[in-house]
């Protein structure tokens, strides 16, 4: 069929894309509906942010229902299989979850626009999780940048344009680094198709865009030394927001840079091309800690934070095994679970929801709101990498993946990181227990009771994937 | 069955402690004091119990929850579940509710370590381990450094335990491996030793053992008595367990190549124990060394490869158990009453406190080795067996170590019991019987063992012949041609 049409889309290709589809149009609905509303009811957020889960919701049945069922659409330029599928599912869930924290954030007169901002950029992580060739990297990329740079200046705190500026700017260097790679990539072989690439000469063209690439992906990753960015945007941006950021964009630059790094590069020459990449997760691990050490804010401690862990999950990825795909994808569902649930607590901590929270508002939590420091508790030990959470576990199968692709050393730096870290989460552990006196500490609770879901299934994930680690099975092929 | 409600009753305990209110010190002391009986129990009713298993991991390697009895592990448990007890029935004050709930997750936990017959299992439990007293320390200690200290040291000793157990794992293919001979994978490449340095660093840190043991003298001092108690007494044993029961059946060549490295860091520690408890006024620290001279013993013991010394290694671990427990249940008595652990602040209290003035002294007779106690049973099998063994050198100057004990233990008691009244310490009541009650157990189990250490030489006896401690100098001297020829 196919072939008699050449390489005309067929509805095929179209099913392959639907999930992306319907994250995409349920903004077009939510804008629609909103016309009819008016002043600043709650419901007219309670409305756009129902629209927009049941959107992400149906997506994510349908991304189910297709796996681990593999297809290659737009003649290989969308391969939907069971990698793109877990990385739909860990965005859709990041996505609902960020929606929950979003209720009573910012004017209800932008709400409708905010949420579809964050339903187009999810689409755009959709996107990437299964773009195989180089074009479809790109559209991806950009349709989730272009959502977020407006996210960032979402908020009137003054730091939320100097926030938005610098994502602006920084991120389309970004993205020209990755567009020049691209380019010459094409240029030496003649293709954009990640398959066609691993076949090709490594000449010095190809080697120069590869890193030109990479650079770009490392960007969006801030992995060290292209981290600078991360901690201002972080600080800056409304915090569901800034939970969007530390995980849809970096699950969707991760699994571009997967896909590169196991489909796209000629398997005799991928380990000494990669090796720079494994050198930058290994610093992103130390740095990311050390920084984090000297935090004092929230977001920041967390830009610095997940710096760190992505520099875990990229290390995961060396050799290039397929179990230590596997392993990566199942620290980043950790992670994500994790990270998210400390950003739902955060949440619960201030009235709007988007207060500055500074370390100092955790001391004596544990006696003011208990099962809020517990599940903060949990997710910090996670975190920091022990047990009974999937980052203990999720730890384990790295190092596992790791020392038996041969990079012993990457999981040596892995082991000195962690160490490090537990000071970092541990810090505010020690300040939950902390006996101080309540009147100095500034108690704000959040008036939006919807983040107590994101935090209960969070640390109920933490907990049950930390015994139960599903790790996908089906995620091959990554490319057809 | 059994096992695992060895090790989740005890954390379940402790969670549901939280729903009572804060100031219900009785209900949460009834509580924990129950839990650990019934735990004491368990193993005494069912002691060939079934091991439990679930299938955890299926790749890169296998592991899974798998909780089984070894002939160590059994006491191990069980002195746990005895000092558990102890300390639960000292509970008092205003933080007594999270205390006896961490002393439970912290024993469902320490049984997890014991119980464990998976070594990835065993790693999880060891860093849960670390969280409990993580958590004591950092609500009881005014300034956070000694559980800073506490954590970062145990933490990093846990995470190279973890990475040589994936690393065990990718090469043996499954890392449930631990009691069970055939399942035994000999580690023979150059990884063998990293994996064993790994593993020795975690149990290095843990004991403690010269040089790795500047966490424990200022944990154990702020540590609340009854945590201190457990710590001390188990906690510290689960290193040496973990070489009894895990590298010497797994990793016995490597063992071997770092018998003269064992031997140099257990004489250290023997010595230099010793004389810093000689040195040290503050009485908790006293016996802190003093812990860090005897667990080096065991240490050469536990290397030394003679059965005689292996056996001697179990009895002296369960002695030193039940004595440093008495020990510090009684010095927290002392500090209760008198707000001050400093030895020359303290003087004379016998006199007035006869009953306390008795289990104080009786602790320090079991430590010092008196024989008919406990103690004196460990040390003496152990010494003959180095002698024995052909480490006459070793056991000579490990003598000198033993020998000031006596010197130590007594200096501290005559300085808090004995000598004139010091005449600005408050007068307060004798031991009340709940306290009795707490340190009798203690007493006479090493007054038993002392007497009677047959049950435990047997249980250790039968270890000893599944796995010779032998292997650790024989298979030097079967790998050393094999070395030679392979150049």
Redesign the interface.
């Known amino acids: 069929m196919s072939s008699a049409l050449g390489n005309f889309p067929i509805g095929a290709d179209y099913a392959a894309l639907l999930p992306a589809f319907i994250v995409a149009c349920t903004p077009l609905a939510i804008l629609f509906v909103d016309l009819f509303l008016r002043g600043s009811s709650m419901a007219r957020r309670a409305i756009a942010v129902t629209l927009a889960v049941i959107g992400l919701l149906a997506a994510g049945a349908l991304e189910a229902g297709a796996y681990p069922h593999d297809y290659a659409a737009f003649g290989g330029a969308f391969v939907q299989g069971g990698f793109s599928i877990v990385f739909s599912e860990i965005v859709i869930v990041a996505t609902i979850a960020t929606l929950l924290l979003s209720v009573g954030v910012g004017r209800t007169d932008q709400v409708a626009g905010t949420t579809s901002l964050v339903l187009w950029s999810a689409a755009g992580a959709m996107l990437m999780s299964g773009a195989a060739n180089l074009m479809a990297v790109f559209l991806g990329l950009e349709l989730l940048s272009l959502g977020l740079y407006c996210l960032c200046a979402i908020s009137s705190r003054v730091t939320a344009r100097e926030s938005a500026l610098k994502y602006l700017i920084l991120s389309s260097m970004a993205s020209g680094f990755l567009l020049y790679g691209s380019a010459l990539l094409f240029g030496a072989t003649g293709s954009v198709a990640f398959s066609s690439l691993a076949t090709a000469p490594v000449t010095p063209l190809f080697a120069l865009g590869a890193g030109l690439f990479f650079v770009g992906i490392a960007f969006k990753l801030s992995l060290v030394p292209f981290h600078a960015w991360t901690p201002d945007v972080y600080e800056g941006a409304p915090l569901p927001v800034t939970a969007f950021m530390s995980v849809v964009t970096k699950a969707g630059t991760l699994a571009v840079f997967a896909r590169f790094a196991y489909a796209a590069l000629p398997p005799d020459r991928a380990s000494a091309i990669l090796l720079p990449i494994w050198v930058l997760a290994a610093a992103s691990m130390l740095v990311g800690n050390l920084a984090a050490l000297a935090q004092t804010d929230m977001k920041r401690l967390l830009a610095y934070s997940g710096i760190a862990q992505v520099g875990y999950i990229v290390a995961s990825f060396a050799g290039q095994s397929v ?1 230590g795909l ?1 392993y990566a994808i199942l620290y980043l569902a950790g992670y994500t679970f994790m990270n998210l649930g400390v950003f739902a607590v955060v949440a619960l901590m201030s009235r709007d929801g988007d207060a500055v929270v500074g370390l100092g508002r955790f001391a004596g939590l544990a006696y003011r709101r ?1 099962w809020l420091a517990a599940a903060m508790t949990l997710f910090l ?1 996670g975190l920091a ?4 959470t999937i980052g ?2 999720g ?3 790295i ?3 790791t ?2 692709a041969g990079y ?1 050393w990457l ?2 730096v892995l ?1 000195v990181g ?2 490090i870290s ?2 970092v989460y ?1 810090k505010i ?2 300040a939950m ?3 101080v006196d309540p009147a100095h500490v500034r108690d704000e609770r959040s008036t939006n009771p919807l983040p107590w879901i994101a935090v209960g299934v969070c640390a109920a994930a933490t907990f049950v994937l930390g ?1 139960v ?1 599903l ?1 996908p099975s089906n995620i091959l092929p990554l490319v057809k | 069955m059994t096992l695992t409600a060895l090790v989740l009753g005890p954390i379940v305990a402790g969670l549901l402690l939280y729903a009572l209110p804060r100031s219900a010190t009785n209900a949460a002391r009834a509580v924990a004091a129950i839990v650990a009986a019934l735990a004491f129990i368990a193993p005494l009713v069912d002691p060939s119990a079934p091991d439990a298993a679930a299938r955890w991991l299926s790749r890169p390697f296998t592991a899974s929850f798998h909780l089984g009895f070894g002939p160590l592990s059994y006491w191990l448990v069980l002195l746990l579940a005895l000092i558990t007890f102890s300390a639960a029935l000292t509970l008092k004050g205003d933080r007594a509710r999270e205390i006896a709930a961490q002393l439970l997750v912290l024993q469902g936990a320490m049984n997890g370590v014991f119980l464990a017959k998976d070594l990835l299992l065993f790693a999880l439990f060891w860093d849960l381990m670390l969280i409990p007293v993580f958590l004591v320390l950092i609500t009881t200690s005014a300034h956070g450094r000694p559980a800073w200290k506490y954590l970062i040291y145990n933490l990093v000793g846990g995470l190279t335990l973890l990475l040589a157990t994936a690393a065990y794992g990718v090469l043996a293919g499954t890392t449930d491996v631990i009691g069970n001979p055939t399942a035994h994978f000999s580690v023979v490449s150059a990884w063998g030793l990293w994996i064993f340095a790994g593993i020795a660093f975690a149990f290095l840190v843990k004991t403690p053992v010269f040089p790795f043991h500047t966490w424990m003298p200022e944990t154990y001092a702020e540590l609340p008595p009854p945590m201190v108690a457990v710590v001390s007494a188990v906690q510290s044993k689960a290193g040496l367990y973990g070489f009894m029961a895990i590298t010497l059946p797994l990793l016995p060549a490597q063992m071997g190549q770092a018998q003269t490295l064992m031997f140099a860091l257990g004489l250290a520690g023997l010595i230099y124990g010793a004389l810093a408890a000689l040195g040290e006024r503050d009485a908790k620290k006293v016996v802190a060394y003093s812990s860090l001279s005897h667990l080096g013993l065991i240490l050469l013991a536990v290397f030394s490869g003679s059965s005689l010394a292996y056996i001697g290694a179990l009895v002296y671990i369960v002695a030193h158990g039940l004595f440093s427990a008495a020990l510090f249940l009684a010095l927290g008595a002392v500090e209760q009453r008198e707000e001050t652990r400093d030895l020359a602040r303290l003087g004379g209290l016998a006199a007035r406190n006869p009953r306390l003035a008795g289990a104080l002294m009786l602790g320090a007779l079991a430590a010092l080795g008196l024989p008919g106690l406990a103690g004196f049973a460990g040390e003496i099998l152990i010494l003959t067996g180095l002698f024995k063994a052909g480490w006459t050198l070793a056991a000579v100057i490990a003598l000198v170590p033993v020998v000031l004990a006596s010197a130590y233990m007594l200096r501290m008691f005559q300085g808090i019991m004995n000598g004139p009244d010091v005449p600005d310490l408050p007068e307060r009541r004798d031991l009340t019987w709940l306290e009795s009650l707490a340190i009798a157990p203690l007493v006479a189990a090493f007054v038993w063992l002392g007497v009677n250490p047959g049950a435990l030489t047997a249980a250790a006896d039968r270890g000893a012949r599944t796995t010779p401690p032998a292997a650790i100098t024989s298979s030097v001297a079967v790998e050393a041609p094999r070395v030679v020829s392979s150049r």
Request: glycine share 6%; no cysteine.
């Open positions: 179990l596997r208990p030990i990498g022990l047990p009974p203990f576990t730890k384990v199968l190092l596992a993946a020392t038996s012993a999981a040596g082991i962690t160490a537990a000071y541990f552990v020690r227990f902390a006996r015994i680690p790790a």
